[in-house]
């Protein structure tokens, strides 16, 4: 699997594999982001409190002629700090959302 990941996982030192299913028209991969915290969007300050989480499709690829999907469970944290305007934020997905746009 290890290979697995490196041919579709373009950003696999940010993340961590949850699951990758391998079927016979389909194989999903679900992911997690790999920092304890993120930076607030509009302050920059590190928060780690999780808000909640929500799952972004980053890529549909072809392999093989398998379609292969990657999805990363994406946290929504609060902004602690009093003078910031963002109250919660999503955790920015840095780069790793372009790697995968120059794949699709
Ligand atoms: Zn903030």
Not at 12 to 41: M, V
Not at 59 to 75: H, I, K, N, S
Not at 78 to 88: G, S, T, V
Request: charged share 25%; glycine share 2%; net charge positive.
């Amino acid at each position: 699997m290890s290979d697995a990941r490196t041919v579709f996982l373009p950003a696999s030192k940010l993340l961590d594999l949850i699951s990758f299913e391998l079927t016979k028209r389909h194989h999903p991969i679900r992911e997690n982001l790999r920092a304890a915290t993120a930076p607030c969007a509009v302050c920059g300050k590190q928060s780690g409190r999780v808000h909640s989480r929500y799952t972004r499709t980053l890529a549909d690829l072809p392999w093989q002629g398998v379609a292969v999907t990657v999805r990363v469970r994406v946290r929504r944290f609060f902004c602690d700090q009093r003078a910031c305007d963002r109250a919660i934020f999503a955790e920015p997905l840095f780069d790793i959302a372009t790697r995968y746009a120059c794949r699709t």
